[in-house]
C-alpha cells in the first residue's frame, strides 16, 4: 500500500510468510480486528535495570518498586497514550483498553477501518497450522505517532506452535532402575524442598488454547489428582483470569491440571491464579501483561510458571515478528524489575524442535529473564539415596528428551560468562544457553494426573517449572520477601545448591529424532543447566545475598 505523504513505518512489525503459507483472499472488509499498539516507555523516566544490572541479591530492599511505582517510572507517558486514543477513534476504531504500565492501547475495528488507519493491506492465509489473516511489509502511522509507538500487534493472528506436556510411558534402558511414577511430595523431600506452605504468594500459571484444543480443568479431576498423590493434601481453589475472552474450557486438558495440582503441592498455602488465553501473538503478549501489570482487582503474582514452547527463537522461525520478540522481551525485564521470578519449561523433545537436522531451543525458554526448566528421570529410590539421569527416553507414546541448547537470538547473559556454555551446533556462535536448571520429567517418573475421570502419569519439562515455582514460593513466603530476578544468584551459589547430573550411565545427550543436541557432562550442560535444586540450600544462599545486599 502507497504510504500518505504524512505516514512513517514502524520498524519490525513485518511478518514473513514461508512458503507453504498460501495467500486466500483479501480479508472481509466487514471482518472486525483487534490490535494493540505498544508506546515507547516514558523518555524521561529512570533507567530500567538489564541483566547486567543484576548482580546477585536480586531482590534486595533498596532495588523493589511496586507496580504503582513501576507504572511512574517505567510506563508510557499518558499525553503520549491519549494521542493514541485520539488518532483510533477519529479513525473510527473503537478503544477497548488503555493502561499506562503496559504501555498499551487496545483498539478494534473493521478491516477497512484499520487497513486505513495503519497503513496496511490485509490478507487471509493458510498454514500447516491453520488458516490466519495477515499482511506484507510494516504497519505505518503518521509520523507524529510514529515516533512515539514502539509496536503494533494483531494485525497478523497467525496460530502459535504452542507445546507442552508429555504422556509417553514405558520402562526402559535410559532410565534408572526401578523407575516409577512419584509425587510432588516425594520430589520435594528428594530436592530437599524448606518447610512452609508458600502463604501470602500467589502462583501465576499461563495456559493457552493450542493445536490440541482450549485449556481447562474440572474442580474434579484437581481433587482426585490431589488424593492420588496423598498426604491429606487440600485441593487448590484457582482463581480464573479470562484473557481476550478466553475461559476454563471445563474440560481437562493435562497441562493445566498437571500445572495447578503440582505448584499447589508443593505450596499448599499459596493462591493459584490461572491465566487462560488464545493461541496467537497478541493474546499471549496480554496474558503477559495481565500477570506483569495486572488490573485493579486482578491478582497479583510473585512467581510465573510457563509451560509452553513457542518454537525455536532462529530468526527463520515464523511465529514472531522482530517487534514482537521485543515487546515480549520487554515484558520478562517488566517481571525482573518488579522482583517477579518467571518459570519456563525448555521442552520435551531435546534438541528437535522445528528442523529435522538444526539443533534449536526453545523460546520463550531462551529468554535471559526467565529461569528455563529442564528435564532429569528420577529412579532407584532407597534409604541412601537416588538416581537421577538426563531425562532422554522412549515411551508408548514416542520418545522424550530434555530441551536445551544454545540461542539463536540472544547472547550470553552476564550470568552464563563463566558458565562453560558451547558454541550453537551448526553456526558456532555464542549465545544463551539452556536450561538454567532440571528436576523430574520422564513421564516413568511422572505425576498421576485425572485427565476427564482417567489417571495416567503425566510429565515433562512441563512438570519442572510449577515444581520449581512452588518452591519460589516456600522461599518467598520463608524470607518475607519476593526473591524475584535470581539467575545471576543460581550461577554464584553454583555446586552448593545444585546437584550435577552428568552423563552415563544415564543417557550422555538429549540428541532426539536423528538432531544431534548436546552432551552431557559436570557442571552446566545443555540437558540439565546447572542440575536439580537443593531447596534449603538456595533458599540460606538466596537469604545470605539478600543480606549482603541491603
Not at 510506563?75 to 503496559?102: C, D, H, I, T, Y
Not at 490478507?123 to 507524529?144: C, E, M, N, V, W
Not at 475472552?245 to 486438558?253: A, F, Q
Amino acid at each position: 500500500m502507497d504510504l500518505a505523504h504524512s505516514y512513517k513505518s514502524i520498524k519490525g512489525t513485518e511478518h514473513g510468510h514461508p512458503n507453504d503459507h498460501k495467500a486466500l483472499n483479501p480479508t472481509a472488509p466487514g471482518e472486525l480486528v483487534t490490535a494493540t499498539i505498544v508506546v515507547r516507555r516514558r523518555p524521561d523516566g529512570a533507567k530500567l535495570r538489564d541483566v547486567a544490572d543484576f548482580k546477585g541479591g536480586s531482590a534486595s530492599p533498596r532495588q523493589r518498586i511496586s507496580r504503582t511505582e513501576f507504572e511512574a517510572l517505567h510506563g508510557a507517558v499518558p499525553q503520549e497514550m491519549a494521542e493514541v486514543a485520539a488518532f483510533a477513534k477519529s479513525n473510527g476504531l473503537e478503544v477497548v483498553q488503555s493502561q499506562a504500565a503496559r504501555r498499551s492501547v487496545v483498539v478494534r475495528g473493521t478491516a477497512a477501518a484499520i487497513e486505513k488507519a495503519f497503513a496496511v493491506e490485509l490478507h487471509d492465509y493458510d498454514s500447516p497450522r491453520g488458516k490466519y489473516r495477515g499482511h506484507t511489509g510494516p504497519a505505518s502511522l503518521p509520523g507524529t505517532l510514529a515516533n512515539t509507538v514502539d509496536a503494533v500487534i494483531g494485525l497478523d493472528n497467525r496460530p502459535v506452535p504452542a507445546q507442552h506436556y508429555s504422556t509417553a510411558r514405558r520402562q526402559n534402558a535410559n532410565d534408572p532402575p526401578n523407575t516409577k511414577p512419584l509425587t510432588p511430595q516425594q520430589v520435594a523431600k528428594l530436592y530437599n524442598f524448606p518447610a512452609g506452605d508458600g502463604a501470602g504468594q500467589t502462583i501465576g500459571i499461563y495456559e493457552m488454547q493450542t493445536q490440541d484444543g482450549s485449556a481447562g480443568y474440572t474442580v474434579q479431576d484437581l481433587t482426585d489428582t490431589m488424593n492420588a498423590f496423598g498426604g491429606g493434601l487440600k485441593t487448590p481453589k484457582p482463581i480464573d483470569v479470562s484473557i481476550d475472552g478466553v475461559t476454563n474450557s471445563g474440560v481437562s486438558d493435562g497441562e493445566t491440571g498437571l500445572d495447578i495440582t503440582i505448584a499447589s503441592a508443593i505450596a499448599q498455602g499459596a493462591q493459584i491464579a490461572v491465566y487462560f488465553t488464545g493461541g496467537d501473538t497478541q493474546s499471549i503478549i496480554h496474558a503477559l501483561q495481565g500477570m506483569i501489570h495486572p488490573n485493579a482487582g486482578d491478582p497479583q503474582p510473585s512467581v510465573l510458571s510457563i509451560s509452553y514452547g513457542f518454537g525455536p527463537d532462529d530468526p527463520t522461525a515464523d511465529s514472531f515478528s522482530d517487534q514482537e520478540y521485543t515487546q515480549l522481551d520487554q515484558l520478562f525485564q517488566d517481571a525482573a524489575n518488579l522482583s517477579i521470578t518467571v518459570l519456563v519449561s525448555s521442552g520435551d523433545s531435546g534438541a528437535f524442535i522445528a528442523s529435522s537436522t538444526q539443533a534449536q531451543a526453545s523460546y520463550p525458554a531462551t529468554e535471559p529473564w526467565v529461569i528455563a526448566c529442564g528435564g532429569t528421570t528420577i529412579g532407584n529410590l532407597s534409604a541412601q539415596g537416588f538416581d537421577e539421569y538426563v531425562w532422554n527416553d522412549t515411551g508408548a507414546a514416542g520418545p522424550g528428551a530434555t530441551g536445551g541448547g544454545i540461542s539463536a537470538r540472544f547472547p550470553v547473559p552476564s550470568y552464563q560468562t563463566n558458565a562453560g556454555l558451547p558454541n550453537r551446533n551448526g553456526s558456532g556462535l555464542a549465545g544463551r544457553g539452556i536450561p538454567d536448571i532440571a528436576g523430574n520429567a520422564s513421564e516413568n517418573s511422572g505425576y498421576m494426573q485425572f485427565i476427564n475421570g482417567s489417571s495416567q502419569a503425566v510429565g515433562g519439562t512441563s512438570a519442572v517449572a510449577p515444581l520449581y515455582a512452588g518452591l519460589i514460593a516456600l522461599i518467598n513466603a520463608n524470607l518475607g520477601a519476593p526473591v524475584g530476578f535470581i539467575n545471576p544468584d543460581l550461577y554464584k551459589i553454583g555446586a552448593g545448591a545444585i546437584r550435577d547430573i552428568s552423563g552415563p550411565p544415564g543417557p550422555a545427550n538429549n540428541s532426539l529424532e536423528g538432531v544431534t543436541g548436546y552432551p552431557a557432562g559436570p557442571g552446566w550442560d545443555a540437558c540439565t543447566g546447572l542440575g536439580s535444586v537443593n531447596g534449603v540450600a538456595l533458599e540460606n544462599g538466596l537469604k545470605t545475598a539478600l543480606a549482603a545486599a541491603k
